[in-house]
C-alpha cells in the first residue's frame, strides 16, 4: 500500500536503513514592500483566507500581483501628485529641504491610496 505522499507523486531515497523523502522547495518571485504589508494584513484580518492561499500554494502569486499592481500606481499617481503639490526640478535645486518635506508627504498620500485600494480592498474580494 502506497503512502499519501506516493499517490500524490512523491519519491524516496534510501539513505542506510531509512527512506527519506525527496524534497524540493518551489522557486517564488520576490515580493516587495506592498506585497509583505497585504500579507501582514491577510495574516491579522483575514486569516482564513490567508490560510486557503498559503495552503494551495498561491499565496505567493497573489502577493506578487498586489505588489505589481500596487507599484503600478504608484507609478501612476506619483507624476500626478507633484504637478498637484509644485514639485519640480527647480524647487529641488533652489530648497531640497522643502522639496524633500513636499516628496515625503506625497508619498504617505500615495501610499494610503495603496492601502485603501488594493490592500484593505481585499475585505471586498471575499
Known sequence: MKSLFEQNGGTYTKVGDYYIPNLTVLKCKPVGKYGMMCSTYLKNHLRVFYNTLFISGKLNDYLVD?????????????????ERYGITEQLKSENQIEW???????????????????????????
Open 66 to 82: 498586489i505588489d505589481r499592481q500596487a507599484n503600478e500606481l504608484k507609478d501612476n499617481l506619483l507624476p500626478k501628485y507633484k
Open 100 to 126: 524633500v518635506q513636499r516628496m515625503n508627504t506625497i508619498s504617505h498620500q500615495i501610499d494610503e491610496v495603496i492601502l485603501n485600494e488594493l490592500i484593505y480592498q481585499s475585505d471586498n474580494d471575499l
